[in-house]
T-cell receptor, first 112, second 113 residues
Framework: GDSVTQMEGPVTLSEEAFLTINCTYT??????LFWYVQYPGEGLQLLLK?????DKGSNKGFEATYRKETTSFHLEKGSVQVSDSAVYFC???????????FGSGTQLTVLP | DAGITQSPRHKVTETGTPVTLRCHQT?????MYWYRQDPGHGLRLIHY???????DKGEVSDGYSVSRSKTEDFLLTLESATSSQTSVYFC????????????FGSGTQLSVL
């Protein structure tokens, strides 16, 4: 079945540091890929998505590129802020399953 | 922000008691979902609905039932709560299904003692 593997956290960075959160997936078809973010005490929010190979999703300074050859969708940001502290979830949608498959989440803490 | 309200926000109950969680939306979205969030597992789908009285099982549906008698309300019932159902429960809605954007509620923290 479909699965998503995220780098284990927690990740702690200083403000303005470069961020990478790794995400790899297993799927039988050609899934759509997503990054969701969960701020403390809140529900998840869609951060960005990509629907086909080589697409780049971007939002709020975050980027992720759909790499079919490495089955990856790594999240990056050039300069993190304290306000980026949250849990980040990678997810995929395989049309045949009609549901999202989430990774286990990566806790990011950014220190001033 | 999408209009999604989950109630209650927190609940403590005892093993063997029935529990119902409510999700109410004001967006008139067709699709509604119930997820549970547990450490190390991310979010796992319990049940979902694709219309009034139309529901289907998700990945972890055992021990749970749902009902949707109105577009705006989606109820999750634990018929006889167990300690393994201690979790944070999230409701989500979508206009076009999971392939597009999901909007999540703020969650219900349920503790089964």
């Amino acid at each position: 079945g479909d699965s998503v593997t995220q780098m284990e956290g927690p990740v702690t960075l200083s403000e303005e540091a470069f961020l990478t959160i790794n995400c790899t997936y297993t799927a039988t078809g050609y899934p759509s890929l997503f990054w969701y973010v969960q701020y403390p005490g809140e529900g998840l929010q869609l951060l960005l998505k990509a629907t086909k190979a080589d697409d780049k999703g971007s939002n709020k300074g975050f980027e992720a590129t759909y790499r079919k050859e490495t089955t990856s969708f790594h999240l990056e940001k050039g300069s993190v802020q304290v306000s980026d502290s949250a849990v980040y979830f990678c997810a995929l949608y395989d049309g045949s399953a009609r549901q999202l498959t989430f990774g286990s989440g990566t806790q990011l803490t950014v220190l001033p | 922000d999408a209009g999604i309200t989950q109630s209650p926000r927190h609940k403590v109950t005892e093993t063997g008691t029935p529990v119902t969680l409510r999700c109410h939306q004001t967006e008139n979205h067709r699709y509604m979902y119930w997820y549970r969030q547990d450490p190390g597992h991310g979010l796992r789908l319990i049940h979902y609905s694709y219309g009034v009285k139309d529901t289907d099982k998700g990945e972890v549906s055992d021990g749970y039932s749902v009902s949707r008698s109105k577009t705006e309300d989606f109820l999750l019932t634990l018929e006889s709560a167990t300690s393994s159902q201690t979790s944070v429960y999230f409701c989500a809605i979508s206009e076009d299904g999971v392939k597009e954007k999901l909007f999540f509620g703020s969650g219900t923290q349920l503790s089964v003692l």
